[in-house]
């Protein structure tokens, strides 16, 4: 494979992702989705050069484009020969990924999955794989990385396709959303993760603090150098870490962090901020932060 692909006018780089129905297409696309490529799925091989003009034309906002390409035309690797023919004389060759499996192992997949095969028609399973490898045979030989998914776990062929594309697990950046709320107005249902810091003293019960929120100094200072409140953010941190490293051993790439208070306008407000401003300093982490029920009150 080459290192790190060509790029055509306008600086785009194109990968198609291809291969047997049931081998995994789908994850290896949402892999470099995650990997910050623009995934396009089920293209025609013809709009093929479309898209990357687009993509040369975004003004730098599209750089890497990821194509699905399947073969439900029957015209599927003569019109995908052809296009990947002509962006190699533009200088701009895709790198092709073609996912493969045994016979076997694509049978047992479709038959938990209670789905035919593309190319099955009224015939039997195993026609539509013969068939779909018969097509495939000429684009096999022209990828520039085959990978056998058979004895591949999801998480495994994550691996693959990021050490492919040069991006090692450690290296991915993580989107982290630390969250804070108020219990009374209800869970966060879209949270990760849950933390309570209702065991520190409410600034509400303060005359002076209470119409002020935990982004302000004077609230956050009070919140912060309260008894266990340092010790508290140290450890959740450290916790963090921990559980950030195991999703993205396990593939996921977003965290949610919510830290409850009562009201969501004082304790939980600062503890956000805090462990935010911390965790933005780390490698490999992008940070936003999020305050729901902030003047909710």
Not at 119 to 147: F, N
Not at 208 to 235: N, W
Request: proline share 3%; with cysteine.
């Amino acid at each position: 494979m080459t290192d790190g692909g060509n790029a055509p006018d306008g600086g785009v780089e194109v990968a198609i992702i291809t291969g047997v129905s049931g081998a995994g297409r789908s994850t290896a696309a949402k892999v470099l989705e995650d990997l910050g490529w623009f995934v396009v799925d089920n293209l025609p091989p013809e709009l093929l050069e479309t898209v990357v003009d687009l993509g040369a034309r975004s003004q730098g906002q599209v750089t890497r484009i990821a194509v699905v390409m399947d073969v439900r035309s029957r015209a599927f690797t003569a019109d995908l020969g052809a296009a990947i023919k002509e962006l190699d004389t533009r200088g701009a060759r895709p790198r092709v990924v073609f996912l493969d499996a045994d016979d076997s192992v694509l049978i047992r997949r479709f038959e938990s999955n209670r789905r035919s095969h593309p190319l099955q028609g009224d015939g039997r399973l195993v026609d539509g794989i013969d068939a779909e490898r018969e097509l495939l045979a000429p684009l096999r030989d022209l990828a520039d990385l085959v990978v056998d998914t058979s004895n591949r776990s999801v998480h495994e062929l994550r691996k693959a396709i990021e050490e492919a594309f040069h991006e090692s697990a450690a290296e991915v950046t993580s989107s982290v959303t630390v969250l804070s709320f108020g219990y009374k107005h209800g869970l966060p249902q879209d949270a990760d993760l849950v933390v309570d810091v209702r065991f520190l003293p409410n600034p509400h019960w303060i005359p002076e603090l209470r119409e002020h929120d935990g982004r302000e100094a004077v609230v956050s200072d009070y919140v912060l150098t309260q008894e266990g409140a340092a010790e508290f953010v140290d450890r959740y941190l450290e916790l963090l870490r921990i559980v950030g490293v195991g999703y993205r051993r396990e593939g996921k790439r977003y965290l949610t962090v919510a830290i409850g208070c009562t009201g969501g306008k004082h304790r939980s407000v600062a503890i956000a901020e805090e462990i935010a401003r911390r965790m933005a300093g780390e490698d490999g982490v992008r940070v936003t932060v999020s305050h729901r029920d902030v003047g909710r009150e």
